[in-house]
């Protein structure tokens, strides 16, 4: 498709009759151009080979600039297309209310306007009575505009161009001072704004009465005459829609100069002069007549905005049949029975506007606090119809007037204090008036609850107390005072009351307290604040004691849990892990835990508290060789044995074992023991390092051979010597079985 941009690249126009619809990028300016503007006008035809049917449409497009604050695009309203009863010499106009949400001014609104449907050239809010034809139709379209947004266009009433009445602008008999013999005819000129083809009725009167065989009449022929007869005609004229009242001719007398002086009517007014919508209209006059005559007719025409109303011809007009706005006269003449007054006409009174009438009051609160604020809401009647404007709005504070809330239909909560009586007067108004009466409303400040919070310290265990920080404010400044309830585990904890602080002995973990907190300002008191905050279990510690001061390869390494501790609680699992460099590993449980190292070991302690919260330690071992017994020898003297060794490490006991069987500790590097029997016996020395005896430590075991101390026995001995020897056999027997026994133990 055909599209042609112009050379500074700010307009394109599409040149292709053939489509029907076209597209043409554009590309916005550069950052801060602000808002950009776009027109767009299309042209419609009709096919028709001329301009005559064409017209154009346009619309104007607003695009602001990204990251722009958003403009909120402005109304229109109340739009009114007058005057009413408007005719083809009336000038048509157009009001309406412009309204802005950001106050911004009015700027690049468009008016377009329209008869009998079509769209017409024309600007501004006013149409020449030269574009306007009886009975055409017209309308008006708003599109308010504040320079940056277009809003949504509002259309106006429709208003229908009235038929205008002929008008008569002279009538007159011929001849002026006829004769018996003259036939009276008459000449009568009119005309009409609408250029409607005129018809026109006349009548004749005779002595001030219609002879009614001589209506329509263009002539009166002499032989109907007499001498000294005064005769008259009237006229009215017709455009077929509306007819004009009768205008009378002057009055001639056959056959001579007319004797009688028409009466007069002055001083004609029309009331009241500032009449309202609300208000009858009356016309009132002065009669004279130089020849005293009496009045015996007139005739009264109300004109409305320059126009002859052919409805009212009496001496008033119902308020019922009045507008703001119109303009009002009224044209009197008077007949004293012979002849008829000039015309003469009233003052011109314009309708005022109607001030509306305040009908209802509502006030949001008839009590309130400080912290809240009061509105008004105001409702009236308008005979004008008119909507209503800004209302007056006086404030009094206990009877003296705050003029900073002046029109204000708010009373906000800054400007109020506890007991303070607060009373609004409101007139209501249309825009132009105010309500003659006054609307009152009255309210009271009341106290304002005081307000509580409180705030507790989310690290509150069994070594931590729990505390509340409390704080109150009230909106009146009164003093104020507060309550503390505790609960635990949402039982009320009485021995609390009103205290801050929940001692450590009263926490335990999982435990939910809950503060709850009333303020009081000796009037009302607070809504009750409440925080709760949950107990927290302290983590057990774990610790690893060796019992055993040195760690020997191949000796057992006490090791002791009993140390954990656990601050608010107990701890009710020791469980203990092992591994070593070689690949071994072990578990054990308990408080204690003994084990053989082999290599260097890590130990762990895992401890559990009665929350089943856990903690552990580790504790690495590195075991060294430790002392050991050197050079154990045994020695025979007679039946005892004399044990000796030497030794390379600290300071030590030594146990000394007997065929498995310990027979006690020594400090001495040396032992001499008597058996009870002889024989071959076995003997062990072993370290003895802070109460524990090493295993490794110890010697090979050593050997002794403890001779037999019975001599043999000749066979020629005495009987007594047999004896003897049985006896000492069976006391060696008794010893064997006594250390028998001894090391089942």
Do not use: C
């Amino acid at each position: 498709m055909a599209v042609k941009v112009n050379s500074a690249g700010s307009s394109a126009t599409h040149t292709t009759n053939s489509y029907r619809s076209w597209s043409v990028d554009w590309i916005a300016p550069a950052a801060g151009t602000g808002q950009a503007t776009i027109s767009v006008a299309g042209l419609t035809a009709d096919n028709s080979g001329n301009y005559n049917g064409d017209r154009w449409a346009t619309a104007t497009y607003q695009v602001p600039e990204a990251g722009a604050a958003p403009n909120t695009p402005p109304t229109a309203s109340n739009l009114a297309l007058g005057p009413s009863g408007a005719t083809t010499n009336s000038q048509l106009t157009l009001s309406y209310t412009y309204s802005d949400a950001e106050n911004d001014p009015e700027s690049g609104t468009t008016v377009d306007w329209f008869r009998d449907g079509v769209q017409i050239t024309n600007s501004g809010t006013t149409a020449s009575s030269s574009l306007t034809a009886k009975h055409q139709e017209w309308y008006a379209v708003v599109t308010p505009s504040d320079g940056s947004d277009a809003g949504t266009s509002v259309t106006s009433n429709t208003l229908i161009i009235a038929n205008t009445i002929p008008s008569l602008t002279s009538v007159s008999i011929e001849p002026s001072s006829p004769e018996t013999g003259d036939d009276l005819s008459y000449s009568v000129a009119a005309t009409d704004d609408d250029l409607d083809p005129l018809t026109y009725e006349t009548r004749w009167l005779l002595e001030g009465s219609v002879v009614s065989e001589l209506d329509d009449s263009e002539t009166v022929p002499s032989y109907a005459t007499r001498s000294g007869e005064n005769w008259s005609m009237e006229v009215r004229v017709s455009d077929g829609e509306a007819t004009t009242a009768w205008q009378t001719a002057q009055t001639v007398q056959i056959g001579g100069v007319v004797q009688n002086t028409p009466p007069t009517a002055t001083a004609i007014g029309v009331s009241p002069v500032d009449a309202k919508t609300d208000d009858d209209l009356s016309v009132t006059y002065l009669y004279s007549d130089e020849n005293e005559d009496a009045e015996v007719r007139h005739e009264i025409e109300w004109y409305r905005n320059g126009v002859l109303d052919t409805v009212f011809k009496g001496s008033g007009v119902p308020s019922s049949s009045t507008e703001r706005g119109e303009t009002w006269t009224a044209r009197v003449r008077v007949s004293d029975g012979n002849a008829w007054s000039s015309w003469g006409f009233s003052n011109a009174i314009t309708i005022q506007n109607t001030a509306p009438v305040a009908t209802s009051i509502e006030i949001s609160h008839l009590e309130m606090t400080t912290t809240e604020s009061a509105t008004i809401e105001v409702s009236q009647t308008d005979l004008d119809g008119d909507g209503m404007a800004s209302p007056e709005v006086i404030w009094f504070k206990d009877g003296v007037r705050i003029s900073s809330l002046d029109q204000s239909l708010v009373l906000p909560s800054t400007e109020t204090m506890k007991g303070e009586q607060w009373t609004a007067q409101v007139r209501t108004s249309d825009g132009t008036d105010f309500s003659d009466n006054t609307l009152t409303a009255s309210l009271i400040i009341i106290n304002t609850a005081p307000t509580a919070s409180v705030e507790l310290n989310q690290d509150a265990s069994a070594i931590n107390p729990l505390t509340a920080t409390i704080s109150t404010a009230d909106a009146d400044d009164d003093e104020t005072s507060f309550t503390v309830a505790w609960y635990r585990n949402g039982f009320l904890e009485s021995s609390l009351g009103n205290q801050t602080v929940v001692p450590i002995a009263l926490l335990g973990p999982g435990q939910t307290w809950s503060a709850e907190v009333i303020a009081h300002d000796g009037q009302a008191p607070s809504t009750p604040s409440v925080q709760s905050v949950l107990i927290q279990n302290i983590q057990p510690t774990a610790v690893i004691s060796k019992v055993t001061s040195a760690v020997w390869l191949g000796e057992l390494l006490h090791l002791d849990g009993s140390e954990s501790t656990d601050l608010d609680g107990r701890i009710l699992v020791y469980s203990w892990k092992w591994t070593d460099t070689d690949g071994g590993s072990g578990e054990a449980t308990g408080a204690k835990f003994t084990f053989q190292p082999v290599a260097s070991t890590t130990v762990n302690l895992t401890v559990a508290d009665d929350s089943g919260d856990e903690a552990s330690a580790n504790l690495l071992v590195t075991p060294v060789q430790g002392p050991t017994i050197e050079t154990l020898e045994a020695s025979i003297d007679g039946q005892t044995v004399v044990l000796e060794w030497a030794y390379d490490g600290p300071n030590a006991n030594f146990s000394i074992e007997r065929n498995g069987v310990v027979l006690g500790e020594v400090e001495e590097l040396t032992f001499a023991d008597v058996p009870l029997t002889s024989g071959e016996t076995v003997y062990t020395v072993r370290p003895v390092v802070d109460g524990t005896a090493l295993q490794d430590g110890a010697t090979s075991s050593v050997t002794a051979q403890v001779p037999s101390t019975i001599e043999e026995v000749s066979s020629g001995a005495p009987i007594s010597a047999s004896i003897i020897g049985i006896f000492l056999l069976l006391v060696g027997i008794g010893s064997l079985v006594f250390v028998f026994m001894e090391r089942r133990d």
